[in-house]
């Protein structure tokens, strides 16, 4: 059936309001719905507009029929979209309707499952972008959403492992409501809480506070976590993949901001991330997830690369030094191949295995060292016939994360530094000074370029084939440039002195108009400005200076 065409004006609420029976407004407020679904903002509804919905709503709720209740929410969901003057629709009265309705206000049992199924597609929307919402929803529902999640996949569990489980199983008296519901409906349910969830814990440091100090209600997500990984492969498209990424989501927000929270269920949490990411079989945006997870929890990485006892030893090959590398490998790959798939606006997505790798790199030296060999290995001759950012190798490709404009650039030139144990000479033979420039200036080595080698910096030592070649690189680019033509030596003394001007001139325009400033090294190692070139020759030798000949 096609519906009428309809606008949400004032007088149309004020007729809603004023109409009897109050189903009459069904085909209307349908038809309504139906025209604003396609829009995301709506500018055109002023403040009196959205101030008569909130009273039309929670006037007319409760005693509505479920059909009548479903397009109520769902006119709030699509309104709720638009963030501009949200708080305006919503009052604390109309947030406690949507959650009674939602199934998760504590002491007040509902009976419709479809109301149930579009108040939590509305309350999504509503703690996504209402204050209101969420203060409501974390002083008295965050417990009963716990709580339903819970049962929700105890449900799936006892279903999945019993033929007649759906039939068999008895709801809690607050949950009865579920027996109504298909067991797509109540897997679709299980989502929306889930996503519930997350919204509400990304924006609110005291329920990411509740959730970390109570092991009970964190573990509620873990079980999620291992439930939806349970068996492997699991296709993106599929609940388990929705339910898995979720929790792990969820989790990344309890932990991102805990300075204090219990470290052995912190370790179970970083054992089962672990466990993604060396499964070859999950997909690597799950497995990223895991990553971004684990990075929270630093003081448990170093536990994923145990030391392991002759038995243990036999069951990888992954061994290092006699620790188990299988994980920091794991990790690699998927960087590698994540570096490949992520475009230049998501690069910032790849800091938390940069992250993981440096703090691993530095608390754990045999995973340094099993890194260093992984990205960079010794040089050969064929190494350097190519700019070190060019190539398929992980270093070629860190490399070239060093050159984006983003905050990825310093974690991925710290790793590669961490991996050089902190030597700006070893550094800049793996990437060339040009590349390094701006980490080197960050840290303050920049007077470091010219001192000598540590007796450290040639473990492992390079190849011979490199090292004939080695005076041959040019340490800016890292590379060995070939011959070319010097453009110079087809021009008159008259040609060179014009370009040679152009050159100046355009340099000077460069400098007045602020693009650069001339610089030499400070004390501290940085750059700092100059204000005449006299500073930039002060510290040059003499050429007619004895001092060559000693």
Not at 4 to 32: D, G, H, W, Y
Request: net charge negative; with cysteine; charged share 25%.
């Amino acid at each position: 059936m096609v519906l009428p065409r309809m606008s949400l004006t004032r007088s149309v609420v004020k007729e809603f309001a004023s109409r009897t029976p109050i189903e009459a407004n069904l085909p209307a407020l349908k038809a309504i719905n139906a025209e604003l679904a396609q829009k995301f903002t709506f500018s055109d509804l002023d403040v009196e507009v959205r101030k008569d919905i909130n009273d039309l709503f929670v006037t007319q709720f409760d005693s509505a029929s479920p059909a009548y209740q479903s397009a109520l929410l769902e006119l709030v969901r699509i309104l709720c979209r638009d963030k501009t003057g949200v708080n305006l629709l919503f009052s604390d009265a109309l947030v406690e309707k949507v959650l009674q309705a939602g199934g998760i206000f504590p002491g007040r049992p509902v009976a419709n499952f479809n109301v149930v199924t579009e108040a939590v597609k509305c309350l999504v929307n509503a703690l996504f972008n209402s204050v209101v919402a969420r203060s409501v929803f974390e002083a008295k529902c965050e417990g009963q959403l716990v709580a339903r999640i819970e049962t929700i996949l105890e449900f799936l569990k006892a279903s999945s492992i019993s033929a007649d489980g759906d039939a068999a199983y008895t709801f809690p008296a607050d949950f009865e409501f579920l027996k109504e519901g298909s067991r797509k409906a109540i897997e679709d349910l299980l989502f929306f809480d889930l996503r519930i969830a997350f919204v509400s814990s990304a924006h609110s440091i005291e329920l990411q506070r509740k959730w970390v100090e109570n092991n009970e209600k964190a573990k509620v997500f873990l079980d999620v976590l291992s439930f939806a990984t349970k068996i492997a492969p699991i296709p993106p498209t599929s609940k388990n993949f929705e339910y898995a990424t979720e929790a792990l989501k969820i989790l990344f927000n309890v932990y991102c901001h805990a300075s204090m929270f219990d470290v052995d269920f912190a370790q179970t949490v970083a054992n089962e991330c672990a466990r993604i990411v060396l499964n070859h079989d999950f997909d690597d945006d799950l497995k990223q997830n895991a990553v971004h997870l684990i990075a929270t929890m630093p003081c448990c990485m170093p536990a994923l690369c145990p030391l392991l006892g002759e038995e243990e030893a036999g069951t990888t090959t992954k061994i290092f030094e006699g620790y188990d590398m299988r994980f920091v490998d794991a990790l690699l790959e998927v960087l590698a191949r994540k570096v490949d798939k992520t475009g230049k606006e998501e690069v910032d997505l790849l800091s938390t295995f940069f992250t993981t790798l440096i703090y691993l790199c530095k608390n754990h030296k045999a995973a340094r060292r099993f890194c260093r060999l992984k990205v960079i290995p010794p040089l050969r001759a064929s190494h350097v016939e190519h700019p070190p950012d060019e190539g398929v190798t992980l270093r070629n490709k860190i490399v070239r994360l060093m050159l984006s404009p983003t905050n990825l650039r310093d974690l991925a030139g710290e790793f590669l530094f961490v991996l050089c144990k902190r030597s700006v000479s070893r550094l800049i033979k793996y990437t060339g000074f040009g590349h390094s420039a701006g980490l080197l200036a960050n840290y303050g080595f920049l007077g470091s370029i010219n001192e000598q080698k540590r007796e450290s910096d040639s473990e492992a030592s390079d190849m011979e084939d490199y090292k004939e070649v080695e005076d041959k690189v040019n340490p800016v680019t890292g590379y060995i440039i070939p011959p070319q033509e010097n453009p110079l030596d087809n021009m008159s003394e008259a040609q060179k002195e014009f370009e040679a001007m152009k050159l100046a001139n355009a340099m000077n325009r460069l400098l007045d108009e602020g693009v650069f400033q001339p610089a030499s090294v400070g004390p501290d190692g940085k750059p700092r400005p100059v204000s005449h070139v006299n500073e930039l020759v002060k510290d040059i030798p003499d050429e007619n200076s004895d001092s060559d000949s000693d």
